[in-house]
């Protein structure tokens, strides 16, 4: 399957395409194993909260959709659906529920608009939360966004440290070597980026070329680097 993919130009490690596949028949596995021992836990906990979610290789391809049970952690149910209307996905959420051995308190998902109506039909009177990635990505939007800007305009101010590595190239002096370890630097926290909304790419490359500066200032206090090198 690797190497099949690779011939499709898809790039993509061996490990991940094993990874996936193990997956898979986890997945499969639990919707056709004896779900005995699944009953047995969820009665303990007395009630189940959903998560559903659903995972689309490509456009066009089958949806294989999922619901966990988020205080156990068990995975109910996954199926592939070719379309993900209200229609199909109520139908099966009423198979779920028929074989819920306790009732369903609350649900999370992604708050599509045709699972949300699905979750409706079937589940009138539960809370239905979106769930918090989502939740904190729309939340954070307005924060993405000025950190994006702020990131643009930070870019814009070391864009000319590829010339300064050029000018000092071919140059023997003590210092050359320090200003391109410097450029180097830069160079390397321009294209280290965060992952927002947790890790904002704007404030992680502020703090990288702040501490970058800072270094540069004691060098030229030691006398390693001239002033403006």
């Known amino acids: 399957m690797h190497q099949a993919l690779r011939r499709r130009q898809v790039d993509i490690s061996e490990r991940t395409v094993t990874h996936l596949l193990a997956r898979y028949d986890e997945l499969l596995t639990v919707s056709l194993r004896d779900n005995r021992r699944l009953q047995r836990v969820l009665r303990t906990a007395g009630r189940v909260i959903l998560a559903l979610d659903g995972l689309q290789p490509d456009v066009g391809h089958e949806v294989l959709w999922v619901v966990r049970d988020c205080l156990s952690g068990e995975i109910l149910q996954a199926r592939s659906?070719?379309?993900?209307?209200?229609?199909?996905?109520?139908?099966?959420?009423?198979?779920?529920?028929?074989?819920?051995?306790v009732p369903v308190?609350?649900?999370?998902?992604?708050?599509q608009h045709s699972v949300r109506k699905a979750l409706a039909q079937v589940w009138p009177a539960v809370p239905h939360q979106l769930?918090?990635?989502?939740?904190?990505?729309?939340?954070?939007?307005?924060?993405?966004?000025?950190?994006?800007?702020?990131?643009?305009?930070?870019?814009?101010?070391?864009?000319?440290?590829?010339?300064?590595?050029?000018?000092?190239?071919?140059?023997?002096?003590?210092?050359?070597?320090?200003?391109?370890?410097?450029?180097?630097?830069?160079?390397?926290?321009?294209?280290?980026?965060?992952?927002?909304?947790?890790?904002a790419p704007g404030l992680k490359l502020h703090a990288r070329l702040t501490a970058?500066?800072?270094?540069?200032?004691?060098?030229?206090?030691?006398?390693?680097?001239?002033?403006?090198?």
Do not use: M
């Open 131 to 199: 769930c918090q990635f989502h939740y904190l990505r729309e939340a954070a939007h307005p924060v993405y966004e000025a950190d994006r800007q702020a990131k643009k305009e930070l870019k814009k101010r070391v864009r000319g440290v590829r010339r300064l590595e050029r000018r000092v190239e071919a140059s023997a002096a003590p210092t050359a070597r320090v200003i391109q370890d410097y450029c180097a630097a830069v160079r390397s926290a321009l294209t280290d980026d965060g992952r927002p909304p947790l890790a």
């Open 81 to 101: 659906l070719l379309s993900s209307t209200t229609a199909d996905l109520g139908q099966w959420l009423a198979e779920v529920q028929t074989q819920l051995p």
């Open 105 to 111: 308190t609350g649900v999370i998902s992604d708050g």
């Open 212 to 229: 970058i500066q800072q270094s540069l200032v004691r060098a030229e206090k030691k006398g390693r680097c001239q002033p403006n090198c």
